[in-house]
């Protein structure tokens, strides 16, 4: 399996929801990434583990909250959400870190209400 | 400081013409340089990287350190090369990668 798979595809959420975020991959690759996607900008990264530990936080508001619970797996876990939070989250996947490829999932749209 | 700069937002060409984006980055160092593509509702790829030095559907890029950029051409350009483009650097602790702004290519029959 070479590919990092998201779901879901789409979420629609309330401000007062709670929701999360599901990212796989199943290549041996020990760092993980989300990033957030507004349209026709450029991939702005959140997170990044390495080894199911964080590494990096880019001063995410803890509204947004990831989770590593292994190797394979990696959560955004969502609360409170607000309305310019509507955007593509992607995951991502590399061998280690430094790296010279990531791999990308396709995404989940979401959608704050 | 460390940054990607595509000074094109959008570039237009024929199909057949010859294509460049441009891509210029800030960096001291050696830096490692990444294309990567989005195709409409497809996830982000990556193309080519410096390093490699391959040729990936028929584009190239050279690292040209003296003029600190990292152009992406290809002589002949398809219709199927339509998509957002992003040049990338990986920043100097190698987990982080620094996004252009993105150029979209659109490649008119």
């Known amino acids: 399996d070479t590919e990092v798979t998201q779901t879901p595809k789409h979420l629609v959420m309330g401000m007062t929801n709670k929701k999360s975020l599901k990212c796989e991959q199943h290549?041996?690759?020990?760092?993980m990434y989300w990033y957030k996607q507004k349209a026709k900008k450029p991939p702005e990264l959140m997170f990044v583990?390495?080894?199911?530990?964080?590494?990096i936080n880019e001063s995410v508001p803890s509204r947004f909250s990831p989770e590593c619970p292994n190797s394979s797996l990696l959560n955004l876990h969502l609360h409170a959400l607000q309305p310019e939070d509507s955007a593509l989250y992607l995951c991502?996947?590399?061998?280690?870190?430094?790296?010279?490829?990531?791999?990308f999932g396709p995404g989940t749209r979401l959608t704050v209400t | 400081a460390q940054r990607v700069t595509q000074p094109e937002k959008l570039l237009s060409v024929f199909k057949g013409a010859p294509v460049e984006l441009k891509c210029n980055y800030s960096?001291?160092?050696?830096?490692?340089l990444f294309w990567y593509v989005q195709y409409s509702r497809q996830r982000l790829q990556l193309l080519l990287r410096?390093?490699s030095r391959e040729s990936i559907k028929g584009f190239t890029a050279d690292l040209n350190k003296g003029e600190t950029s990292f152009h992406l051409k290809k002589p002949f350009a398809q219709e199927e090369d339509s998509a957002m483009y992003y040049c990338?650097?990986?920043?100097?602790?190698?987990?982080?990668?620094?996004f252009g702004q993105g150029t979209e290519l659109s490649v008119k029959p």
């Open positions: 583990y390495s080894y199911e530990k964080l590494s």
């Open positions: 290549m041996g690759h020990r760092a």
């Open positions: 410096h390093i």
């Open positions: 991502a996947s590399s061998q280690t870190i430094p790296t010279y490829e990531q791999y």
């Open positions: 960096y001291s160092g050696s830096p490692e």
């Open positions: 990338a650097l990986m920043d100097n602790q190698g987990g982080k990668l620094i």
